[in-house]
């Protein structure tokens, strides 16, 4: 009886130690197989994972090269402006300004348009500031303030400038004021399209010098080349003749107008026309 129950119990033993074997080798085949599988996952996981983080870096960074380049381009066209509107500003100051009040230029009256009256006109309380109005020889002077310009009645006008002498003509200057340095904030009353003339005082006879367009987008010192070189002449007179405005329904305003080119004796003593 007691070898039936040892044997019993060497029998319990054995099974146990068996079913222990059965599940701790299949469990361990799993996780192995489990482990393996990740190990074999990896080289295209993380090559994947690199690739995607290196796609957005290069994104960012080509976003930000072209943000550069945009800022660049756009610095360039604004360095080229101002020096575009430097070089005008100093050859306007450099040449000879035959137009200057100081220098002996007068306005002939006579073939001049009459000033705008803004008294006539109840526009007047809006713009109190132009009035009492300036006179044709204010577009002879420096003093270029809003408001310190000529003004003639409606869109289409004249100014005849007698210059101190007789000049072989080769450029015209007009300035006008910027939009920012208005007080309505507008220039609508800036000449548009203009002719040049050049006029003898002894005569009615007006030779064609050149048609342009102030343009109020552009900057306010623009110089225009004139016609004068095939048959180069001197002039006594400068006619300005403006055709249009920019759009005011009342008046015109020049502020200011110069006049650049060679007087005839000095014409006289260089072997050719002097552009």
């Given at each position: 009886m007691a070898l039936l129950k040892n044997s019993f119990k060497v029998?319990?033993?054995?099974?146990?130690?068996?079913?222990?074997?059965?599940?701790?080798?299949?469990?361990?085949?799993?996780w192995s197989l489990r482990t393996k599988g990740l190990v074999e996952e990896l080289p295209s996981v993380f090559p994947e994972g690199l690739k995607t983080l290196w796609n957005s870096h290069t994104l960012i960074e080509t976003q930000k090269l072209q943000n550069l380049l945009q800022e660049v381009t756009q610095l360039r066209a604004e360095i080229s402006s101002l020096k575009e509107f430097t070089q005008m500003a100093l050859e306007s100051c450099v040449k000879t300004d035959w137009a200057l009040k100081s220098s002996g230029a007068t306005i002939d009256t006579q073939r001049t348009s009459q000033t705008y009256d803004c008294k006539d006109s109840c526009v007047c309380r809006f713009l109190r500031f132009f009035w009492p109005a300036s006179p044709p020889d204010t577009i002879l002077q420096p003093n270029v303030l809003p408001g310190n310009c000529w003004p003639f009645k409606g869109h289409q006008g004249q100014v005849v400038i007698r210059l101190p002498a007789r000049v072989y003509l080769t450029a015209i200057t007009v300035q006008h004021i910027t939009k920012e340095a208005s007080p309505s904030g507008t220039i609508i009353s800036a000449p548009k399209d203009i002719a040049v003339f050049g006029v003898d005082a002894d005569r009615e006879e007006e030779t064609l010098l050149g048609m342009f367009t102030y343009n109020v987008e552009k900057d306010p010192i623009q110089t225009f080349p004139l016609k004068n070189m095939l048959l180069p002449r001197a002039f006594s007179h400068v006619k300005l003749l403006v055709k249009s405005n920019w759009g005011n329904p009342w008046y015109t305003c020049i502020y200011r107008v110069k006049v650049h080119g060679k007087m005839e004796n000095q014409k006289a003593s260089t072997k050719g026309p002097d552009i």
């Open positions: 029998f319990t033993l054995l099974l146990s130690l068996a079913l222990a074997a059965v599940f701790c080798g299949t469990a361990l085949s799993g």
